[in-house]
């Protein structure tokens, strides 16, 4: 045999292909365990999701699972069209730095310089800080008296004056919370500037440049073909999701896609397309807040984009909720590693299932549930304790002990067993890291929760005293009867009470059943959820709850 050398040119050049063909090699297996990851999550028979994986410019998988239209029996497609609930912020987001690239704007102006209603106090509200979420504006999804107006077609003088009145939630800059409203100003904003509804806007300056076919601005009346129902899971199984008009969603939630026009939004917006390079580079860039306790705390968000991590590596990101339908589009810039998952299955965790298909893809190891570190009761109770919340004035994280078990609730929210995974370090069981801090003296003085996205806030430990649980009553068991049925939260979302045997349950459309327990015969509290409910009883028999969540008094009428 004779002995072939290579010139040092072609044999570093040779050299220099390797790790592509590797990795191309191994794409079939990655491709395929993808698939077997997102047939798991989506069941033939069960509301689905549209999928398309993007890798080093190449389409390695493009496929529907589930269903599409339960009562006519369709699967999903990849050509069909989803809403795409807050992934709409992103092209929100685009159009306003395009304004100002333009010169008709700057992301300094406040918000009163196009809204002298919007004056919040006095306090200045800028452009840049509505499109970060460190506005404060209060988030009108978030508020009570939203919700028995879902159906309601609203104008933009109605949707600005379901929070315009409130006050800031902190003073702008100084902390960060997501706020849909902000999203809903800014659409204002470009409907000011432009002199053209925000609909047409969207549609002429980036749908149809880009190709974008199958995009639109939604209308609930509309015909669209290709278009998926959306659903919720309730007490009886698998129902329509309620309606919601979309005029409310509006510049923060109101777009409809396809898997394919996301993928070329992803590619064109990467690519300096859309918007600058300059412009582009400050959308992927986290905000850092100024002022307050949180001071210098990075965001992990930019402008209409999240910045997070999978397996280490950098990540563009956003997700997107609106009702029936949940998606994502995450990439990971520095291997070109495109996911879109858009899906009308809202009872799955697509942000978790997107990172997964992309460990996939990069061939990295899903990271297990680290194994629990056995820690004794006197060490667990080094934590227990009230933790004031920053992001929220008079909410409180409550951390106590059950046994061996530490447990976390915030006001209003779920109790969260926690899992001790090293020094002052826990996990939920959903991966986010709860981490503690101590003080010169050694003792606790701060919790930090880091849910992936969003700042990792600092939580700062009181001399409060945790309130006593709950007490349960032994009341008779024939009380129970009279309280079963469905009572109507809001339209089309439903409280469902049903009894086992001498037991109380409760069940929100689209959530899990949670058992009641009696304080009295008409009062019940949930273990798992900070919440309560009172029943209303005439002639012995309720005829409305109010649910009591959050510092809210949610009343709900008994249906027929």
Same mark, same amino acid.
């Not at 306090?123 to 919700?147: C, F, K």
């Given at each position: 045999?004779?002995?072939?050398?290579?010139?040092?040119?072609?044999?570093?050049?040779?050299?220099?292909?390797?790790?592509?063909?590797?990795?191309?090699?191994?794409?079939?297996?990655?491709?395929?365990?993808?698939?077997?990851?997102?047939?798991?999550?989506?069941?033939?028979?069960?509301?689905?999701?549209?999928?398309?994986?993007?890798?080093?410019?190449?389409?390695?998988?493009?496929?529907?699972?589930?269903?599409?239209?339960?009562?006519?029996?369709?699967?999903?497609?990849?050509?069909?069209?989803?809403?795409?609930?807050?992934?709409?912020?992103?092209?929100?987001?685009?159009?306003?730095?395009?304004?100002?690239?333009?010169?008709?704007?700057?992301?300094?102006?406040?918000?009163?310089?196009? !809204?002298?209603?919007?004056?919040?106090?006095?306090?200045?509200?800028?452009?840049?800080?509505?499109?970060?979420?460190?506005?404060?504006?209060?988030?009108?999804?978030?508020?009570?008296?939203?919700?028995?107006?879902?159906?309601?077609?609203?104008?933009?003088?109605?949707?600005?004056?379901?929070?315009?009145?409130?006050?800031?939630?902190?003073?702008?800059?100084?902390?960060?919370?997501?706020?849909?409203?902000?999203?809903?100003?800014?659409?204002?904003?470009?409907?000011?500037?432009?002199?053209?509804?925000?609909?047409?806007?969207?549609?002429?300056?980036?749908?149809?440049?880009?190709?974008?076919?199958?995009?639109?601005?939604?209308?609930?009346?509309?015909?669209?073909?290709?278009?998926?129902?959306?659903?919720?899971?309730?007490?009886?199984?698998?129902?329509?999701?309620?309606?919601?008009?979309?005029?409310?969603?509006?510049?923060?939630?109101?777009?409809?896609?396809?898997?394919?026009?996301?993928?070329?939004?992803?590619?064109?917006?990467?690519?300096?397309?859309?918007?600058?390079?300059?412009?582009?580079?400050?959308?992927?860039?986290?905000?850092?807040?100024?002022?307050?306790?949180?001071?210098?705390?990075?965001?992990?968000?930019?402008?209409?984009?999240?910045?997070?991590?999978?397996?280490?590596?950098?990540?563009?990101?956003?997700?997107?909720?609106?009702?029936? !339908?949940?998606?994502?589009?995450?990439?990971?810039?520095?291997?070109?590693?495109?996911?879109?998952?858009?899906?009308?299955?809202?009872?799955?965790?697509?942000?978790?299932?997107?990172?997964?298909?992309?460990?996939?893809?990069?061939?990295?190891?899903?990271?297990?549930?680290?194994? /629990?570190?056995?820690?004794?009761?006197?060490?667990?109770?080094?934590?227990?304790?009230?933790?004031?919340?920053?992001?929220?004035?008079?909410?409180?994280?409550?951390?106590?002990?059950?046994?061996?078990?530490?447990?976390?609730?915030?006001?209003?929210?779920?109790?969260?067993?926690?899992? /001790?995974?090293?020094?002052?370090?826990?996990?939920?069981?959903?991966?986010?890291?709860?981490?503690?801090?101590?003080?010169?003296?050694?003792?606790?003085?701060?919790?930090?929760?880091?849910?992936?996205?969003?700042?990792?806030?600092?939580?700062?430990?009181?001399?409060?005293?945790?309130?006593?649980?709950?007490?349960?009553?032994?009341?008779?068991?024939?009380?129970?009867?009279?309280?079963?049925?469905?009572?109507?939260?809001?339209?089309?979302?439903?409280?469902?009470?049903?009894?086992?045997?001498?037991?109380?349950?409760?069940?929100?459309?689209?959530?899990?059943?949670?058992?009641?327990?009696?304080?009295?015969?008409?009062?019940?509290?949930?273990?798992?959820?900070?919440?309560?409910?009172?029943?209303?009883?005439?002639?012995?028999?309720?005829?409305?709850?109010?649910?009591?969540?959050?510092?809210?008094?949610?009343?709900?009428?008994?249906?027929?």
């Amino acid at each position: 045999m004779r002995r072939t050398v290579l010139p040092l040119s072609l044999l570093l050049a040779t050299l220099a292909t390797l790790p592509a063909a590797a990795s191309k090699a191994k794409a079939p297996e990655a491709v395929a365990a993808a698939e077997r990851l997102l047939a798991a999550a989506y069941p033939a028979d069960a509301p689905g999701a549209a999928v398309l994986v993007k890798w080093r410019g190449e389409v390695v998988l493009r496929r529907g699972y589930g269903m599409a239209q339960m009562d006519l029996g369709i699967p999903v497609a990849p050509e069909q069209v989803f809403e795409i609930g807050s992934v709409t912020k992103q092209f929100t987001a685009s159009l306003v730095l395009r304004l100002a690239e333009q010169g008709k704007l700057a992301l300094s102006d406040p918000i009163t310089k196009f !809204f002298p209603q919007m004056s919040f106090g006095g306090a200045t509200v800028t452009l840049e800080q509505l499109l970060s979420h460190t506005s404060g504006v209060p988030n009108y999804t978030d508020m009570p008296e939203w919700i028995p107006r879902w159906r309601e077609d609203m104008s933009r003088e109605t949707l600005f004056a379901l929070f315009e009145d409130k006050p800031l939630d902190f003073p702008p800059g100084t902390l960060w919370n997501y706020s849909n409203s902000g999203f809903i100003l800014l659409g204002g904003v470009i409907e000011k500037v432009t002199g053209k509804s925000y609909e047409e806007v969207v549609e002429s300056e980036l749908f149809a440049p880009l190709g974008m076919k199958s995009s639109r601005y939604g209308h609930q009346e509309e015909i669209v073909r290709g278009r998926v129902a959306g659903y919720v899971k309730g007490p009886e199984g698998w129902a329509n999701a309620p309606y919601l008009s979309l005029t409310q969603p509006f510049s923060a939630g109101s777009l409809m896609s396809t898997v394919d026009d996301l993928a070329r939004w992803s590619d064109a917006l990467e690519r300096g397309k859309v918007i600058s390079p300059a412009s582009r580079d400050r959308m992927f860039t986290s905000g850092v807040l100024r002022g307050g306790d949180q001071d210098g705390i990075a965001t992990r968000y930019g402008l209409g984009n999240a910045m997070t991590e999978v397996a280490g590596r950098p990540t563009h990101e956003h997700g997107g909720g609106i009702h029936g !339908f949940t998606c994502d589009l995450l990439r990971v810039p520095g291997d070109d590693l495109l996911v879109v998952i858009l899906s009308n299955n809202p009872m799955q965790d697509v942000h978790e299932l997107a990172h997964r298909v992309a460990e996939s893809i990069l061939g990295v190891p899903h990271k297990a549930t680290p194994a /629990a570190l056995g820690l004794s009761a006197a060490e667990l109770d080094a934590y227990v304790g009230v933790y004031l919340v920053p992001e929220r004035s008079g909410v409180r994280r409550i951390v106590s002990r059950d046994g061996e078990t530490l447990r976390l609730q915030r006001t209003g929210g779920d109790l969260h067993p926690l899992l /001790a995974v090293g020094p002052d370090a826990f996990e939920i069981a959903d991966g986010t890291a709860i981490r503690f801090a101590r003080g010169g003296d050694g003792k606790v003085t701060a919790l930090l929760v880091d849910q992936g996205v969003g700042p990792v806030y600092r939580s700062l430990r009181t001399d409060e005293a945790a309130p006593p649980p709950l007490k349960e009553v032994a009341i008779d068991p024939a009380a129970l009867g009279p309280l079963v049925g469905v009572y109507a939260l809001a339209p089309g979302f439903d409280i469902a009470v049903t009894r086992e045997g001498d037991h109380l349950f409760a069940q929100a459309t689209g959530q899990e059943r949670l058992e009641l327990f009696p304080e009295s015969p008409s009062r019940f509290f949930f273990k798992l959820v900070d919440a309560q409910i009172d029943f209303v009883l005439e002639g012995g028999r309720a005829v409305s709850l109010v649910l009591h969540q959050g510092g809210r008094n949610l009343p709900a009428p008994r249906k027929p």
